[in-house]
């Protein structure tokens, strides 16, 4: 019985306690338990009533939270040391929306520290383990999100994306995954990683799930002055055909990088896509290519300001006997921060710090300029653009650990997006063999739009969803591998 | 390319205290990064407008209303040293 309830979609399930057929405390007890089974070590904290409203469009349905997003009394870390102990006294407006929508919070998941990963490796809490494969990594640094939703542990998620972090992830376990329009949803209460770059969005089996937590989240919030929303907000995907639609695959961006396995599923979509009606067109993005360069100044740069306010003075960590007040700070963040968190904070700071700021900032934020010109450009001739997620399927845990830029490059396709602030959403589109053979693993398609077109960008990927017809599950249902 | 004395000048700006080993291990690989990002220093881009921000936004004001901010327990509540109604910390070193 609970198992079959935990087959039902995030609409329907809220649908049937909106109509009184479901008891939300059912609903969510079956959820509940299976989360208490978790063997990815993907959630930080359960709540032992993860109950929802019994009204509204996601009435019941218990949501996984990334444990980067405030929720008032409990724990909250970030994946880090440094917020071990910590507690918030108030709640996140992305949390608070889905709330208000009669949606329940399952538990926080697991995360890199601070956001900063592409694996679920930087967790000071330990590695979160990819569904699909124990011995391999999610993805990051929703990776906890990413993995609760595709092994059966959680209805749909939340989680954030400022080079990737949710696309990736969900590529890399096969569900869906989509980034907002910077601005889209409300940063407030969202541990802020690099300000101009993170936005909130949704992890969810499908694209009919991602619409709805989309539609009860986005929106202006007087609590963050960078918030937009969306004008006229988001409804249910219906399209079933691409005709007249224009997909862009970027030259720039091409196939070199890119695993053979990932590169057939690649292809086999854009073929789907015409089958559909859509039209293939080659597009510039003669920027795009710069896209790591540039992000991986911007946001450590961002990131060394953001991170100043961990110092032990207010909250979170203090390391004891730690001499004078500088003499706190200093051993407070060295105890308090992972490896890669202190990389991304000494980069930043390099960045920053006079007589470097305009070789490194100021011509990073420059090539920004051009990587969202030439996206304005391209969406002159089409509608989207289209690459593979990620260049691998999920690789091994520790396979990248040994050198930064290896891993930095997981974000190649995504980064620019970001750096552009446009929408997109990544949909699993088939299974590969990694390379040097094994177990084939999920493969991520990506579509991105022109700012605050989310509802066409879903219905262009509701339309390519139900002809993929993407079915499989972790653990051979479905496939047989 | 940035060298050992770089890295402890960078580490006291951003308030990090390294070991040797760390010192050593940093320099390589943030040398190692910023060879990579240096790519960017070659593009010619002086005619280019920087971008902080990419949406449309400017100047997001809202009125000047007085309303009620926390309790002063509310916010001492986490704090690792609270004292007096404040937040207790070590003395800066004796000038």
Not at chain 1, 50 to 66: C, D, M, N, Q
Not at chain 1, 111 to 139: K, T
Not at chain 2, 49 to 57: A, D, F, G, I, K
Request: charged share 20%; hydrophobic share 40%; glycine share 12%.
């Amino acid at each position: 019985m609970s198992a079959e309830l935990r087959q039902l979609g995030v609409a329907e399930a809220s649908r049937r306690v909106a109509a009184g057929e479901l008891a939300a405390a059912e609903y969510a007890e079956a959820w509940r338990a299976a989360a208490a089974e978790d063997e990815l070590n993907a959630f930080l904290w359960r709540a032992e009533n993860a109950s929802g409203g019994s009204e509204g469009p996601l009435a019941g349905v218990p949501v996984a939270v990334k444990d980067i997003f405030c929720i008032e009394g409990v724990p909250t870390t970030a994946g880090s040391r440094i917020l071990e102990s910590y507690a918030p006294p108030y709640t996140s407006t992305a949390v608070r929306r889905l709330r208000e929508a009669g949606a329940g919070v399952l538990g926080k998941t697991n995360m890199d520290e601070f956001a900063m990963g592409s694996s679920n490796e930087n967790s000071a809490f330990g590695p979160v383990l990819n569904p699909w494969d124990l011995g391999r990594v999610p993805g990051g640094s929703s990776g906890g999100s990413a993995a609760v939703v595709a092994g059966g542990l959680a209805p749909c998620a939340i989680g954030t994306d400022t080079g990737g972090s949710i696309r990736q992830p969900a590529a890399l376990c096969g569900i869906v995954g989509l980034k907002p329009t910077y601005g889209a949803i409300s940063r407030y209460g969202m541990i802020a990683f690099a300000s101009s770059l993170d936005q909130c969005g949704p992890l969810t089996r499908d694209v009919t799930d991602a619409a709805l937590l989309l539609a009860a989240m986005q929106g202006w919030d007087r609590c963050d002055s960078t918030s937009i929303g969306i004008e006229g907000g988001i409804g249910a995907p219906r399209r079933e055909d691409l005709v007249g639609l224009r997909f862009g695959v970027p030259a720039e961006l091409a196939a070199d990088s890119v695993d053979a396995g990932v590169r057939a599923v690649f292809e086999a979509t854009l073929g789907r896509i015409e089958e559909l009606g859509g039209e293939i067109a080659e597009v510039s993005l003669p920027h795009a290519e710069h896209g790591i360069s540039a992000y991986y100044v911007i946001a450590p740069a961002e990131a060394s300001s953001n991170l100043a306010r961990y110092d032990g003075v207010r909250y979170g960590m203090r390391a004891p006997d730690a001499g004078d007040l500088i003499e706190m700070y200093e051993e407070t963040r060295a105890q308090g921060f992972g490896t890669e968190v202190k990389r991304r904070i000494m980069l930043g700071t390099y960045a920053l710090s006079s007589g470097y700021y305009d070789a490194y900032y100021g011509q990073a934020q420059k090539v920004r300029t051009k990587i969202a010109a030439d996206f304005d450009t391209a969406f002159g001739e089409i509608d989207f653009v289209v690459t593979p997620t990620s260049p691998s399927v999920a690789f091994n845990l520790g396979e990248k650990t040994a050198d930064p830029l290896a891993m930095y490059m997981n974000d190649f396709f995504t980064v620019p997006m970001s750096l552009a602030g446009i929408p997109a959403i990544s949909i699993p589109a088939g299974l590969a063999e990694p390379e040097g053979g094994g177990t084939r693993l999920p493969v991520g398609f990506q579509i991105a739009a022109p700012a605050f077109a989310e509802q066409r960008l879903l219905e262009a990927a509701f339309a390519l969803e139900q002809a993929i017809g993407f079915a499989q599950r972790p653990g051979g249902g479905g496939d047989g591998g | 390319m940035i060298d050992r004395a770089q890295v402890l000048h960078v580490a006291r700006l951003a308030r990090l205290r390294l070991e040797e080993d760390e010192l050593e291990r940093m320099a390589g690989e943030l040398s190692g990064i910023l060879d990579h990002v240096d790519r960017i220093a070659e593009l010619s881009l002086d005619d280019v407008e920087p971008t902080s921000h990419v949406v449309e936004l400017e100047n997001v004001l809202r009125p000047d209303e007085p309303r009620p901010s926390w309790p002063r327990e509310v916010v001492l509540a986490p704090a690792p040293d609270p004292a007096d109604g404040a937040f207790r910390v070590p003395s800066p070193q004796a000038e």
